[in-house]
């Protein structure tokens, strides 16, 4: 779906990243033994039948997650 | 994935009160609701986009009870400060960030409080939001070009999700969990559902 979006009062810095983008370096490990709240919020995503978390408070900050997943690049955003 | 190569994206400002990216090989400004670019040498390119899922992590470890958790190392005061400020987002009334309504192309849709929280689905070329204090306890159908989205509520984590009703292969509609004045800025003149 393509829309023209009004975005007159955009701001935007010239160089660089306002925030760090989080570039996962690992496959990570168990949610289930990462001693997380129950009611901690994430972020889901997957390809075909794989599928990885983010804590929502750490991606509040970097807005940005990229890495590959299932032999494909993947960016989520936030 | 952009003409066949790996780009690298950070956000680089706002407008509309949302995130603006930009790729660091070409510094194009990209929608990151929509994955579009419009403003620089790649605008007219759109990425590929698929739905994540907000929720919590009783509710993951039951639906993915082998996900594994990407942490990020990264510290730094700002990210110690926001990941505190804004560590609960699904339940919560909300707040616009210091700087958020500058960037704001006009007044927000009136038709719902600028921070409801809501389910916005996107088909084809139309979008509705599904606000999360509007859908009954047992979910509601809406009928969508000869199809019936299905819209529920989780049991563990409250969050709305979208289904197809007809759909046994399990495949969804684009959606995400939002507020009303980001996805109204992004979708103007969308449809509320239910209507108030």
Redesign the interface.
Known sequence: MSVRIDRSNMKVIKRGFQFQPFRPTSDGGSLATAGLADDEELLVFGRGDQYRALIMRQMVYHHVAQGELAGEPYLVTF | ?VNGS?H?????????GL????DEETRT?W????G?A?EGPLAGK??DW?P???????A??V??????????D?R?I??RV???L?????HTKGWLPP?FR?????PVDPRLDEMTQGLGV?V????RFYPMDRIPAGGLEDAWHGRTVRVVRGARDGVLAATWADDADGEIPMQLLTRWYGFS????RCRIVPEG
């Open positions: 994935m790996i690298h994206f950070g956000v680089v400002g706002l407008s509309n995130a603006v990216m930009a400004l929608d990151h609701i929509t579009e419009f759109r990425l698929w994540i899922r907000l929720t919590t992590t009783s993951a470890l639906e993915w009870p082998a996900v594994p958790l990407l942490v990020s990264y730094s700002p990210q926001m990941g505190r804004q560590r609960r987002k699904i700087g500058a960037t704001m192309s006009a996107i084809d070329d139309e979008a800025f992004t979708y103007p």
